[in-house]
């Protein structure tokens, strides 16, 4: 376990991969839409690899989501995923598309599904790009895939987990509110790669004034 000890200078940078990823794609999707959107404080999470289903089932509320998923290439490695409700995802693609926030019982159009690829593509892109940017470092992803049902169905969708008991979980949350939209991106990194590029960071190299201490207090 001592390759997973990491500096306690350090210890933000963890903290500040979670935020900069969901504050990465906030920006984005604001880009796109037009509307006002946050991110949230963000969620770390150590859990064992069985619990990992229980988690997302406990923190989403409808069984019907739409969830875009990508494998990470490039350390840390590992996976992300998009987890947003049937509704919350018809009134994003609405209002891009400029036709009103209102939604109904109907499948999604043809228009409707082109626009969640884009989101999946820009949201996909936009939070590897903040990673990136903490970690100093380029990361090279699979091309974003989508899965519609509960969130042990988007588990199952992805096949090629990493043979460890134990999970890193980081929660994130982007809301819109001026349109009750509201996803949750859950970021699967390997735990030992990302302590590795850690290790490589120059402590000295990261100014005091641009660190915000670590909240780890939703940790579990």
Not at 38 to 67: I, M, P, R, W, Y
Not at 78 to 99: C, D, I, P
Request: some cysteine; overall charge negative.
């Amino acid at each position: 376990m001592d390759s997973l000890k990491v500096d306690v200078r350090k210890l933000h940078l963890f903290n500040g991969l979670a935020k900069e990823g969901a504050e990465t794609v906030a920006d984005h999707l604001q880009q796109m839409s037009g509307l006002e959107t946050t991110a949230s404080v963000s969620k770390l999470n150590f859990l064992d690899f069985d619990d990992v289903s229980t988690h997302l089932k406990t923190e989403t509320q409808s069984d019907s989501h739409v969830g875009i998923y990508t494998e990470l290439e490039d350390p840390p490695h590992g996976y992300l995923l998009f987890l947003v409700s049937r509704a919350e995802s018809k009134r994003l693609t609405n209002a891009m598309l400029g036709q009103g926030t209102e939604t109904d019982g109907s499948g999604f159009s043809d228009m409707q599904k082109s626009a969640i690829q884009e989101v999946g593509n820009i949201m996909t892109s936009a939070f590897i790009d903040g990673w990136a940017n903490v970690l100093g470092t380029t990361i090279a992803h699979s091309p974003p895939r989508f899965a519609y049902g509960d969130s042990e169905t988007m588990l199952g969708e992805i096949t090629e987990w990493p043979d460890t008991d134990i999970v890193f979980v980081i929660d994130s949350e982007i809301t819109a509110a001026e349109v009750d939209f509201s996803l949750t991106c859950y970021t699967f990194p390997e735990l030992e790669p990302l302590v590795d590029l850690i290790h490589g960071i120059d402590v000295d190299s990261v100014a005091d004034a641009e660190t915000a201490p670590a909240d780890f207090s939703e940790l579990v």
